[in-house]
């Protein structure tokens, strides 16, 4: 089956499948996704998410991004096909291994190293040091127990119109289990409530991959 061919029947599972067919990579992407699910952490972003990326960082014309997880590169490789071309992304993680993965496909895809910073370090200990209302997107790509906490200071660095991302909040169908109380469900749980409670945000929850939860920043 195609791309272009319609699902077939017979469920979501089906549908996902299809919406990944559709998300056309480049063979450098193949090779990221391919070193990225043997690395520690969450598994890459799926196709459909990572074709999602792409359009969305292309809609608000982005120049400057900043990823929390870097996703072995492929989180970044979404992003910088749709940036903007002078546009820098500001990649930062916790996992040496991880950030290896994700220069190896910045160099194999041919990325300049002036678009891409690639930081080793935590939220904690890396959000003070950029700058607030200066990002048009903010990624969140890694484990939400890693940036739960700082959420606030994630919201901060967007810009007016900018876009908020999170992926992996509906994995596994934990966070509408009431029964479910391991720690990373309740982080989920308390990200999905703080953006949602928040005025100054418009969201929305898409369910592609492991669920992506998008937030535009308004007045």
């Known amino acids: 089956m195609s791309a272009e061919d319609p ?64 996703g072995g ?38 990325i300049p190293a002036g678009r891409a910073r690639l930081i080793f370090g935590t939220p904690a200990e890396v959000l003070p040091r ?28 967007m810009r007016i119109g900018g876009t908020l991302t999170c992926h992996g909040l509906l994995d596994g169908g934990r966070i509408a289990d009431r029964t479910a109380r391991d720690p990373q469900t309740v982080a989920w749980r308390e990200i999905a409530r703080t953006i949602r409670e928040d005025e100054n945000l418009l969201s929305a929850v898409l369910p592609i991959g492991a669920g992506l939860l998008v937030a535009t920043k308004r007045n």
Do not use: K, N
């Open 130 to 157: 950029l700058s607030s209302g200066a990002y048009d997107m903010v990624v969140c790509a890694g484990p939400p127990r890693e940036y739960s906490g700082h959420l606030p200071g994630l919201l901060d660095l």
């Open 7 to 70: 699902p077939p029947a017979g469920g979501i599972a089906e549908s996902a499948a299809y919406a990944d067919r559709f998300a056309a990579e480049s063979p450098e992407m193949v090779a990221a996704r391919a070193r990225a699910v043997h690395l520690p952490g969450p598994p890459p972003v799926a196709p459909a998410v990572a074709a999602t990326l792409t359009l969305l960082a292309a809609g608000v014309g982005a120049r400057s991004v900043v990823s929390i997880g870097s």
């Open 73 to 110: 590169g492929v989180t970044g490789l979404s992003l910088l096909r749709g940036m903007r071309p002078d546009g820098v992304l500001t990649a930062l993680d916790g996992d040496p291994e991880q950030l290896r993965a994700a220069r190896r496909a910045f160099a194999e895809a041919g």
